[in-house]
């Protein structure tokens, strides 16, 4: 029966919408090869939206398998002249977090000088739309309206790897600078569902810009060459975080689309993500965990954050919410765990994935932070087995799939391995723990892990805020209009 589902447009998403294929992709390296894919196939536009974008980035890296320029930026420009149709769009947000800076930086160049320099059918913008500290955050490739890539990864420095996740990748650098091995995942879908992803980006590109974008007609399929799809015809939710502006109400489908889906799960919960700080889903999990048949629960976040005030502000509220959930653990129904390489260094997770049961598949943007509930915008990819239909049974066994798919590619074991471990042990979170061990595997957070991670910012509202906090908006739009003497927009 509809009312028995988790995905309910108006309230846990805002439409679901059909998909002729649906596909997860896992890490960054396989992402980019599959969006430049997508991307030789556009006809009329692409419509790109993102935190961020350095049209520096090289799409593969471990060997050309495509044809045109490798890089972001040349392929753009090699796109247009080869598409005299093709228009090319790219939003990013406002990164410096006031609207008083939209106009002036993108990357290192002034926007309306980087629209002048550049060709006539490639356009530039900066989304300051959103409240004061706020940030877009969501993450969409649009090719033709006929196909989207949703998820958590940038078309930026720093994202690419593959699934090993080498120790020493020589491929893993930006410019001369290494970085460290990193996990993300992201999805793809087609039809109905790509459609209305593209109503969502061209709705992000006339509220920053105040230029409508019609709809685009083609009669090609842009699907990436070489990607299987992992389901077919299948009814994708699109959920979404909206702040509150003048002339809009704030968007929680995010929220609570989470809560529902923990309150709903019978058996595992299993959730991938940059961030455990936000104090609602916490404290969801932990009444889960206090019930003696509550499900088990696994989370995999990374070993820790990326910047010193990440550190501060969402390590120390990872501090505090892993207590509670410690606490609440009565029944030894919770695994917390950071990936590492065969060489034991930390994988940095940036994923954002969410799995209860082999009913419930989330894939998108948004973090298990406050923000992410209500303050900044965010979208995500749901797909549901319906428990009243058993033609869903194909639908469960592929999400059952993609979770044991990313939990052995963290434990450096197979799927068979790990299938024979839960069979063994009764228990999806005893087989984990009967499976970590040396060389590339999970580690589990304790208390001794997390010791010195406590700080006076955690759970800071200024920091990480999961609405708008409308007195520091009025009192900074306050002073901006003092300093630029006129209003901010």
């Not at 709809?215 to 909206?242: F, K, N, Y």
Request: proline share 4%.
């Amino acid at each position: 029966m509809a009312g028995d589902l988790l995905l309910n447009p108006g309230q846990t998403c805002g439409r679901v919408e059909r998909a002729d294929k649906f596909a997860h992709i896992v890490d960054g390296a396989d992402y980019f090869r599959y969006c430049k894919a997508a991307m030789l196939r556009a006809h009329r536009r692409i419509l790109l939206i993102g935190w961020d974008f350095d049209t520096r980035i090289v799409f593969e890296r471990d060997g050309k398998t495509l044809p045109g320029p490798n890089s972001f930026g040349a392929l753009l420009s090699w796109l247009l002249w080869k598409r005299p149709s093709l228009e090319i769009y790219l939003l990013k947000s406002n990164l410096r977090l006031l609207s008083a800076f939209d106009d002036i930086w993108y990357g290192a160049i002034p926007v309306p000088l980087l629209n002048r320099l550049s060709a006539k059918r490639i356009h530039f913008a900066v989304d300051g739309a959103h409240p004061t500290g706020s940030v877009h955050h969501q993450k969409v490739v649009v090719v033709d309206d006929v196909l989207a890539f949703c998820g958590g990864i940038d078309l930026t420095l720093d994202r690419w790897d593959t699934r090993e996740h080498l120790d020493n990748s020589r491929f893993r650098r930006a410019f001369g600078r290494s970085y460290g091995p990193r996990h993300e995942v992201a999805a793809v879908v087609d039809g109905a569902a790509a459609a209305a992803l593209g109503e969502l980006a061209r709705n992000r590109w006339r509220t920053a810009t105040g230029v409508s974008l019609l709809p685009v007609e083609v009669d090609h399929a842009a699907w990436p060459s070489g990607l299987a799809p992992t389901l077919q015809d299948i009814d994708v939710g699109i959920a979404r975080t909206l702040p509150e502006l003048d002339d809009r109400s704030e968007v929680r489908e995010v929220e609570a689309l989470n809560l529902a889906a923990i309150a709903a799960a019978r058996h595992t919960i299993y959730l991938e993500n940059q961030y455990l700080a936000s104090r609602t889903l916490a404290d969801a999990l932990a009444d889960r965990l206090q019930e003696p048949d509550g499900p088990e629960i696994a989370i995999v976040l990374p070993r820790s954050s990326e910047s010193l005030l990440e550190e501060q502000a969402m390590d120390s509220a990872r501090y505090r919410l892993l207590q509670l959930l410690w606490a609440a653990d009565q029944h030894h129904k919770l695994g917390v765990y950071w990936p590492v390489t065969d060489g034991d260094a930390p994988i940095y997770v940036h994923s954002k994935v969410l799995v209860t049961d082999d009913r419930l598949l989330r894939i998108g943007s948004s973090n298990l932070n406050n923000r992410s509930m209500g303050f900044d915008s965010e979208c995500d990819l749901a797909v549901e087995a319906d428990p009243n239909v058993s033609e869903h049974d194909d639908i469960r066994e592929v999400i059952t799939s993609l979770r044991d798919q990313l939990v052995c590619e963290h434990l450096g074991a197979s799927r068979e391995d790990f299938g024979a471990a839960v069979q063994q042990q009764g228990s999806f979170l005893k087989a984990i723990e009967a499976m970590r061990g040396e060389g590339k595997t999970l580690r589990l957070f304790t208390e001794s892990t997390i010791a010195d991670e406590a700080s006076l910012l955690a759970e800071n509202d200024l920091m990480d805020p999961d609405h708008v906090p409308r007195s520091l908006t009025r009192s900074v739009q306050r002073w901006l209009e003092r300093f630029t003497k006129g209003p901010t927009r």
